[in-house]
């Protein structure tokens, strides 16, 4: 055993990479770089750092990536370093766990069982039937400690073995590989999935999700199927802070309506493995104008903000500048009338309620705001995360990997009989690797039982 | 004066203190009866503090609200408190050592007195914003704290640890402390299971903003330190492993390591700003 483990040392290489104090340095140096990410503002432009810190140090923050410092090289080194000492720690201390395991610990002799942590030994009087005696000792023992297994003529004896819990080696396995498994899941992620965003008013439809990257610009990614929103609700508690963000959604998959749900933030959609989740939402207001020429024909415009419309008959154009939902208490637009080349026209605020006159060359139009409303655009995240599965895969390994190194341990209880001369001797033995305090209490209570038996003469 | 739920809460404070006190006392007198009379009054005093929590859980129901008292600074402090003494009475009991309770119940009456009496905290029950309706809010607080207060509690077993000094100095007060060896173990038990509840935390916040926001991780402030955090705990947890670094070094990492967990818990929402900015009102 110590040959070999020299032997598997030697190589200077592995032994860098297998050491648990490489392990500690590499917690330790992550646990302060990840302080920077925390306390320098993440993901500014450039510029940005060069006013704030200073030459000198936008120097330092540009080179190391301190702008993103989570997907810095060098962190991303340092995450990888980890990976590496993980894999090379668990292989190495594999051979070991595995003969740990394998271990038979009915291969003990009776000063073996003495060298225990817990023990306790009997020497009973003359008069009592050892036969009987050792196989009402035996039903208590596995009474209480699960059914033994037994080995005959040790030092003259039988030793008897519950052997409970080997298999929590393991625990420490699972919780190393699952970091791992984690690692994967958000590698294939990263790589395989994507997020963007969507604005959507209510009772249009997009095809595709749009992304910035960190220069701004920006592009479209397909969805593959259409989405429209029906119709977004907001609502307030009465002390202002908001109770409710809903947005009804339908998806359409080649020209057929196939989903219909309303999401809420903490109830997303999910379609063909891509989510839309509610984020944020604006009001964006509908008007609607009516437009009465000199001739005494009329038209009605139906517009949102910043929008246009057109009365191609009298060559007219009508786009909102500004709108503001509350002058005198009524809402009032500022809106262009003129040609739709944009040459000769006319701003002009119109107050619901209020008509007014516009003279453009030889007609002149009445126009007046009929109503204004206000419309909601929803804000959507989208994203797409193959990997996410994998990582709630690790996520569950590495808790049960916790549960097992923390309730779990390796509890052994021998009993040894055998005679010694007229009288029979007990010896009782115990080990465990963790929660002694525990074991130590059922090692009494198994204690206390065989103390009965003894004493019942 | 209507008995509201934050009033009786802010009463535990002073049965915490008495409690405090008590097992202080205790230490160094080494009265069995004045052991047990710290048991009574923390076991008052968890009580009340259980009463207390059902009470504003009733009253946000009264309110219209209707949610678990977990949504706030205030809210969160006073299950820290709970929690935190939960996990001493707990190893109270497993342990049948009083003495450690002097090291256990100041953690919740100081969190107690800072949820009652701090002007920064603000105790009225609010209703939830639609990011916080979620059923992994209770899941995620609850786990949280019960690692933060099995923190708290390896903390104080670190201070009494090396209050114990390197075993040579004997006297009358460090005699009654557990046994160096007891304290080693016991604070490497407490942290395991703070551990376990600090992955889970993290792991339903995850699960929790990725449905909320469609990313489990997205390196805030507050996700960033208790990654922190873990890092500390994971290096105390592989400290033993290496040659002369048991005990004192570990003891060193448990108080830092709970020094990392009020920093993520209130530094970040004083200090740092991100996405959860409603622990801090």
Redesign the interface.
């Known amino acids: 055993m110590k040959t070999k483990r020299v032997h598997s040392e030697s190589n200077i290489v592995v032994r860098f990479f297998s050491s648990?104090?490489l392990?500690?340095f590499l917690?330790?140096i992550?646990?302060l770089t990840?302080?920077i990410?925390?306390?320098l503002p993440?993901g500014e432009s450039l510029q940005f750092y060069l006013e704030k810190y200073g030459p000198f140090y936008f120097k330092i923050i540009r080179t190391l990536h301190l702008y993103d410092t989570?997907h810095a090289w060098w962190y991303l080194a340092l995450m990888g370093l980890f990976s590496v000492n993980l894999i090379v720690c668990t292989i190495k201390r594999l051979p070991y766990t595995l003969r740990l395991f394998r271990r038979n610990y009915l291969e003990m002799g009776r000063n073996d069982l003495l060298r225990r942590p817990f023990k306790a030994q009997w020497e009973t009087a003359q008069k009592t039937n050892p036969v009987d005696l050792q196989s009402r000792l035996v039903k208590t023992f596995s009474g209480l400690a699960g059914k033994p297994e037994a080995r005959e003529n040790v030092d003259g004896g039988k030793l008897y073995l519950s052997d409970r819990g080997k298999w929590s080696y393991w625990g420490v396995y699972l919780i190393h590989v699952s970091v791992l498994v984690i690692f994967a899941g958000?590698i294939l992620g990263s790589f395989t999935g994507f997020?963007g965003r969507i604005m959507l008013l209510e009772g249009e439809s997009t095809d595709h999700a749009v992304q910035m990257d960190s220069h701004g610009n920006i592009k479209k990614i397909p969805l593959g199927f259409a989405l429209r929103c029906d119709k977004f609700e907001v609502d307030f508690?009465p002390?202002g802070?908001?109770?409710?963000?809903k947005s009804d959604l339908a998806i359409i998959d080649k020209g057929k309506e196939v989903v219909k749900k309303s999401i809420?933030?903490?109830?997303?959609l999910t379609y063909k493995g891509i989510?839309f989740?509610?984020?944020s939402y604006q009001s964006v207001p509908d008007l609607k104008i009516r437009i009465v020429s000199s001739d005494g024909k009329q038209k009605v415009l139906d517009l949102s903000a910043f929008d246009k419309g057109l009365w191609p008959e009298k060559k007219l154009m009508v786009g909102i500048i500004k709108y503001l939902p509350n002058v005198h208490g009524a809402p009032a637009a500022r809106v262009y009338v003129g040609d739709p080349s944009g040459s000769n026209g006319d701003a002009v605020w119109l107050l619901e309620g209020h008509d007014r006159e516009v003279s453009l060359g030889d007609n002149s139009f009445r126009l007046s705001l009929v109503s204004a409303k206000e419309k909601y655009m929803t804000g959507l995240?989208?994203?797409k995360?193959p990997g996410?599965w994998i990582?709630?895969l690790g996520?569950t390994m590495?808790?049960i990997g916790?549960?097992i190194?923390?309730w779990v341990g390796h509890r052994r209880l021998w009993l040894w009989m055998g005679k010694d001369g007229e009288k029979l001797h007990v010896i009782l033995a115990g080990q465990t690797n963790?929660?002694?305090?525990?074991f130590e209490r059922e090692f009494e209570r198994v204690k206390e039982a065989i103390d009965k038996q003894i004493g019942e003469k | 004066m209507h008995l509201s739920s934050s009033y009786i809460l802010s009463l535990t404070t002073f049965v915490y203190l008495g409690a405090t006190a008590i097992y202080l006392l205790y230490w160094i007198f080494r009265l069995e009866k004045v052991g047990i009379l710290g048991t009574v009054v923390t076991v008052a005093g968890f009580v009340m503090q259980t009463a207390g929590i059902a009470l504003r859980w009733r009253e946000s129901y009264l309110m219209g609200y209707g949610h678990a008292p977990l949504s706030n600074l205030y809210e969160s402090l006073v299950f820290f408190s709970w929690v935190t003494v939960l996990v001493y009475l707990v190893v109270e009991f497993k342990t049948k050592n009083r003495v450690i309770g002097a090291f256990a119940t100041p953690f919740a009456c100081l969190a107690m007195a800072y949820a009652s009496f701090s002007p920064n905290v603000q105790d009225a029950i609010q209703p939830l914003i639609p990011a916080l309706q979620s059923n992994w809010l209770l899941a995620h607080v609850i786990t949280c704290f019960l690692g933060y207060a099995s923190f708290a509690v390896a903390c104080g077993f670190g201070i009494m640890y090396l209050i114990r000094g390197d075993g040579r100095g004997s006297s009358y007060l460090l005699d009654a402390l557990p046994s160096r060896r007891t304290l080693d173990e016991l604070m490497h038990q407490t942290i395991i299971f703070g551990f376990l509840w600090l992955t889970v935390g993290i792991i339903t916040g995850a699960v929790w903003a990725n449905q909320a926001w469609g990313t489990y991780w997205s390196w805030d402030p507050k996700e960033t330190w208790s990654l922190i955090t873990w890092f500390v705990y994971a290096t105390a947890l592989h400290a033993r492993f290496v040659r002369g670094w048991a005990g004192k070094k570990i003891a060193y990492l448990s108080i830092i390591g709970f020094v990392s967990v009020i920093f993520t818990y209130f530094g970040v929402n004083f200090l740092l700003s991100g996405l959860h900015s409603y622990g801090s009102s």
């Open positions: 648990v104090k392990a500690i917690f330790i992550l646990a990840s302080i990410g925390t306390v993440q989570y958000a997020k508690y002390t802070a908001p109770k409710l963000f809420l933030v903490n109830s997303p989510t989740y509610q984020s995240q989208v994203k995360d996410v990582v709630w996520c590495m808790v916790f549960a190194v923390f963790k929660n002694k305090v525990s």
